[in-house]
């Protein structure tokens, strides 16, 4: 973590990187849940959500065109995440972060198929789960029953056709890294911060429609990006 200063608005900055960090490197002690992911969005700092907002829409509207930038980047979290998490054990948090996130993005530059399969794989998991969870009438402690389900078809469909699988990952991924921005910024003003928990935690499909609208909209875009780009101009 960045050490403390007595400078106002320093002390301010530094504060809100640090509370950025601590919530990067949160461990989940279960499959959250969607009060645990709202309860996340509250405790998440401003620029955490302005970075996750600017990021989603990327990755909606250039993950196919900029997709060796975007598995790059998903590799350099990875390796971030994963820097950091060991940095905590010898109180060395930044440089183990900064290693990891060199050595995670460096690695995925020439490993880019297995980057792209290995970065599906991750986004059908988490689709998958949070679609076994969205229905009431399945239980939710096999939730990973419905992320495997999800892993194995990105996985297979990489096998098959790398464009779509791209497509499909970078366009839920840049969706669900949206919306929680968004819910970020609207816990933020205290105003509508009651109200707006109240209608996400009474009704449950919400935030999956919230993310699925964004989604088909970013496939639509990229696909039809990659279409005309294909396209030779006629004379």
């Known amino acids: 973590m960045l050490a403390p200063t007595t400078h106002p608005a320093a002390a301010h900055g530094v504060e809100m990187v640090n509370d950025s960090i601590a919530w990067f490197l949160t461990w989940p002690s279960q499959w959250p849940g969607l009060s645990q992911v709202l309860e996340s969005c509250q405790h998440m700092s401003q620029g955490t959500a302005t970075i996750l907002i600017i990021a989603g829409l990327g990755f909606l509207a250039y993950g196919q065109s900029a997709h060796r930038f975007c598995m790059s980047l998903n590799c350099a979290i990875i390796g971030t995440w994963a820097g ?50 969205t229905f009431p009438n399945l239980d939710p402690t096999y939730a990973w029953a419905g992320g495997v389900m999800g ?85």
């Open 151 to 235: 892993l194995i078809f990105l996985y297979m469909l990489s096998h098959i056709t790398l464009r779509w699988t791209i497509i499909l990952a970078t366009g839920f991924q840049g969706a669900a890294m949206f919306i929680s921005g968004v819910l970020g910024w609207l816990y933020q003003i205290q105003s509508i911060k009651d109200p707006v928990n109240n209608a996400l935690t009474n009704n449950h499909y919400l935030v999956p429609l919230a993310i699925s609208i964004p989604a088909i909209l970013g496939l639509i875009y990229q696909h039809t990006s990659a279409t005309a780009a294909a396209t030779p101009a006629k004379k």
């Open 84 to 133: 950091g998490m060991l940095g905590k054990q010898g109180n060395a948090v930044i440089p183990g972060m900064l290693i990891g996130g060199f050595l995670g993005g460096l690695a995925a530059w020439p490993l880019l198929k297995f980057s792209i399969q290995l970065i599906a794989a991750g986004v059908g998991f988490v689709v998958g789960s949070c679609v076994w969870r």
